[in-house]
């Protein structure tokens, strides 16, 4: 199996830089940073997909068709796509505490503002506003543990991060079937209304606490002593000897970037199929109470997040990315084909479900590894946030598409079978990515 060139720094004797030391360092940044970014990424996914839920109330409610919950599910990512580069490269300048406490205060405002939708237009309108105020905060966050995080334990710290969707999924669901369930009619509200009100407002409030509590640099950090920050300072800043740094317009004619532009939103396609339209299939195969269902499609989000860390960890002992990522689409694809195939039995197509989630949970953090490992400074800002918004146009494409399929079929199994065939040209092309040169200095 082809692995990833590795380039091995060497190590100065009479520093802290041994291997226990060296992880309680580790552990002491990821204790630090790594839970705030946790929980914000859980309201960021949850703000963006709690539509799906919505969805179960919202169509009957106000007399949407399918194709207009496609399509305003997914403009989000139109609005998303077009402001990512600048959001990132401004967050580069200012600083990621400002800059990500400015990002979840406008959107946390925004989604709650979503309750009061009442037509197709306003649906629209705000959805893609919603997705201009977001944009950012995913580069944003990838480009800060840059600053934390040697290649080689970055994986690992990525994982944990990105923890945050499948408990999103396992925290959101049953919130979500509850708070629509228990809440329909207080104060003449429904119950997807106190959902967009519920899940917005504790996003607002952690934004000022990200403005608070974050550093912008390991320099800033008073929580570390001075031969902590040298050593994180001296590992990350080998790394970064080893990366390129063009302008912006450097980026843009990169094929390697492009390339990972296109395996991304293979790989996003499957994740977005499965958070859209989770609900909506565990209701097509029998489950009709709202609670239920948020409670099943909590089942394959809680096996996502054990695999996803696993299959980073290992990805981060081998310095090795491209056969993790090729190997977890394949498994995703697989699970997506299951669950159709055997939709009739509801247990077994969860468990295709469950595979499918499995997968596609695990291509994410092993696949910000490669860009990661050769872009450095603004080149990382831009490139980074352009990957990341082509990506995500998958957001719209892929639910809107099977929106589509399903109003003409009247089933989302050639929808699933698309999100497939995706994962598996995904897997296809991360195999043509050239092997990058990284360093280890654990």
């Known amino acids: 199996m082809a692995v990833d060139t590795v380039i091995v720094g060497e190590r100065r004797s009479g520093h802290v830089d041994d291997d226990s030391v060296a992880d309680a360092v580790y552990r002491k940044v990821g204790w630090r940073l790594i839970p705030l970014l946790f929980c914000c990424y859980i309201v960021s996914y949850l703000d963006r997909v709690n539509v799906g839920f919505a969805k179960l109330q919202m169509l009957e409610n106000l007399q949407f068709s399918e194709a207009v919950y496609g399509f305003g599910a997914g403009i989000f990512f139109i609005g998303y796509f077009l402001c990512e580069v600048p959001s990132n490269i401004i967050l580069y300048r200012v600083g990621a505490r400002r800059w990500i406490a400015r990002i979840m205060v406008t959107w946390g405002l925004l989604s709650a503002a979503t309750m009061f939708v009442r037509s197709p237009t306003s649906f629209y309108v705000l959805r893609l506003l919603l997705g201009a105020a977001e944009a950012g905060f995913f580069p944003g966050i990838i480009l800060y543990l840059t600053s934390w995080y040697p290649a080689a334990r970055r994986s690992k710290a990525t994982s944990l991060f990105l923890a945050a969707i499948p408990f999103a999924g396992i925290l959101g669901g049953p919130l979500s079937g509850w708070t629509m369930q228990g809440m329909d009619g207080i104060y003449g509200q429904a119950g997807w209304q106190w959902l967009f009100l519920f899940q917005g407002v504790p996003t607002v409030v952690l934004g000022l606490v990200v403005w608070r509590y974050l550093d912008d640099r390991v320099e800033q950090a008073g929580w570390l002593t001075s031969a902590e920050k040298e050593l994180v300072i001296r590992e990350v800043g080998a790394e970064r000897m080893n990366k390129s740094e063009p302008r912006f317009a450097g980026v843009l004619v990169n094929a390697r970037v492009w390339l990972l532009a296109v395996i991304y939103f293979a790989f996003v396609s499957g994740l977005y199929g499965i958070s859209f339209w989770l609900p909506t299939i565990l209701k ?22 054990v695999a996803m860390y696993i299959v980073a960890k290992s990805s981060d002992r081998r310095l090795e990315y491209r056969w993790h990522s090729a190997a977890s689409a394949i498994v995703g694809a697989a699970g997506l084909v299951f669950s159709v195939m055997y939709r009739s039995d509801s247990t077994l197509a969860m468990a295709g479900l469950t595979v499918a989630t499995i997968g596609i949970m695990s291509t994410l953090p092993i696949f910000w590894g490669m860009p990661t490992a050769f872009l450095g400074g603004a080149a990382a800002a831009a490139g980074i946030a352009l990957i990341n918004s082509i990506g995500n146009l998958s957001g719209f494409s892929a639910p809107y598409l099977i929106g589509l399929i399903k109003g003409a079929t009247r089933s989302t199994d050639a929808g699933m079978y698309m999100l497939a065939g995706l994962l598996v040209l995904g897997a296809l092309l991360v195999l043509l990515f050239k092997p990058v040169r990284v360093s280890s200095l654990r």
């Open 284 to 305: 097509e195969m029998g489950v009709k109470n709202a609670l239920n269902i948020g409670l099943l499609s909590a089942i394959p989000w809680t096996f996502g997040v």
